[in-house]
């Protein structure tokens, strides 16, 4: 269950306290006097709110001003049961449908969506069209995200990268498509986006990618070294170079196995992967037979001067005269 806390110092002036109603200043009041994280199920009670719905818009139009963000998720003694994966809807086409005005105003109404409207407008720092409306209005109705999924989707996709709703759209389903269903998936997912940001750029460097666009492989490849592996600049560049050594050029596939096997071994440093190497040398050379007794014999058979051999030979043959 995600519960709240305030984000820190609240600013001397914000838009949201004007434009807030009475129900959401009440929540926010609550948060803000609270020492203990809040649910929405907390504030529904406290706040005296209709609905649970309620409750849920107000968090997501102050967690869309910046005022309050979600707690840190605490161990509990008894695992929640999982929820049910949500069930993928059937188009035709990565688009939402098109509602009229009159449908999005019914379907803004049916699902208290004002507030979320409103929150969304606070994120973007200007009032949405019509047609930006209709997708919000499609991501929640159509792929079934809740208002603070949307909210954070549009924080990171939209507004801090400076695209428009259209582009939101197409991440949307794309997130849907990858099963990132809900909003702490989608946090795990931008965290890990935004560490392969920092780290991309010396992994060009390194491969010597210049500016062209990663393959899905290369892609796939760079996020499991950083990500999932946690190798360091130190113990790629050591992958880059064996890599290099061997075929004589940079190739991402090649040292992708190489990365792995290490992985595989538990190698963790540059230390631990230089010891696996010279253990793999070690065992390599101990594999190595030794020559059979007969081989040793043509061995030495062949170390024979030429003269000497043919002298003995004839020996054999008429007998050694005195």
Not at 16 to 41: G, Y
Not at 180 to 188: H, I, P, R, T
Not at 215 to 244: H, M, N, P, Q, S
Not at 302 to 315: G, N, Q, T
Request: glycine share 6%.
């Amino acid at each position: 269950m995600k519960r709240y806390i305030r984000s820190g110092k609240l600013p001397e002036k914000t838009e949201a306290f004007f434009n807030a109603s009475a129900e959401e200043l009440r929540v926010l009041a609550l948060i803000l006097a609270s020492d203990l994280p809040l649910s929405a199920e907390d504030l529904q009670t406290a706040a005296r709110l209709e609905s649970l719905g309620d409750a849920k818009d107000a968090l997501a139009f102050w967690r869309g001003a910046g005022l309050i963000k979600t707690a840190p998720a605490k161990k509990e003694a008894v695992a929640e049961e999982a929820p049910a994966p949500k069930k993928k809807p059937i188009r035709s086409a990565d688009a939402l449908p098109e509602y009229s005005g009159s449908e999005v105003a019914s379907l803004i109404e049916k699902g208290n969506l004002a507030s979320f409207i409103e929150a969304c407008q606070q994120i973007y720092g200007k009032v949405l069209s019509s047609t930006d409306i209709n997708i919000l209005v499609g991501l929640k109705e159509e792929l079934h995200f809740d208002c603070e999924y949307i909210c954070l989707l549009l924080e990171y996709y939209g507004e801090k990268a400076k695209k428009p709703m259209r582009y939101v759209e197409k991440v949307a389903f794309s997130l849907y498509d990858q099963g990132v269903l809900s909003f702490e998936q989608l946090e795990a997912y931008i965290e890990k986006h935004r560490m392969m940001r920092t780290r991309e750029g010396g992994l060009r460097r390194l491969f010597g990618m210049g500016e062209r666009a990663l393959t899905a492989k290369e892609e796939e490849a760079f996020t499991r070294w950083c990500v999932e592996y946690g190798y360091d600049d130190a113990l790629i560049g050591l992958a880059y170079d064996l890599t290099v050594g061997a075929t004589g050029k940079a190739s991402v596939v090649y040292a992708d196995k190489i990365i792995t096997r290490w992985n595989t071994a538990g190698c963790k440093t540059v230390a631990d992967a230089n010891a696996l190497l010279e253990k793999e040398k070690t065992e390599k050379a101990a594999k190595k037979s030794p020559k059979s007794a007969k081989e040793a014999e043509k061995d030495e058979m062949r170390s024979f001067d030429v003269e000497d051999f043919f002298a003995h030979a004839l020996d054999r043959s008429y007998g050694k005269k005195d």
